[in-house]
Nanobody, 123 residues
């Protein structure tokens, strides 16, 4: 059983940066594909980025490509999401999720979820 805890959210101005962390316990995170999702008020949860368990290949949805970077630190059992050039439309609750198989963009494709961390980008 994997427990995930997100941190690093906060309030930032347009154009600013944040680094989100997804710390795991109960298992080594390098055995899992780990994704970041986000959910804005009144909207469905959407995928943002994923890092694979096999070769650490990284994947990004269009809204994140070129601005966000996903990475993992196996020594800290943590996956990060570096977010640069933030926009007001990036405002959402951000969740990390882990799956023992491979990266995918579907919420039902992940077995383990964190509780979320709020990101607010002001205009």
């Amino acid at each position: 059983q994997v427990q995930l805890v997100e941190s690093g959210g906060g309030l930032v101005q347009t154009g600013g940066s944040l680094r989100l962390s997804c710390a795991a316990s109960g298992a080594t995170l390098d055995q899992y594909a780990v994704a970041w999702f986000r959910q804005a008020p009144g909207k469905e949860r959407e995928a943002v980025s994923c890092i694979s368990r096999i070769d650490d290949s990284t994947y990004y949805k269009d809204a994140a490509a070129g601005r966000f970077t996903i990475s993992r630190d196996n020594a800290k059992n943590t996956v990060y999401l570096q977010m640069d050039s933030l926009l007001p439309e990036d405002t959402a609750e951000y969740y990390c999720a882990a799956d023992g198989q491979r990266c995918n963009w579907y919420t039902e494709g992940y077995d383990y979820w964190g509780q979320g961390t709020q990101v607010t980008v002001s205009k």
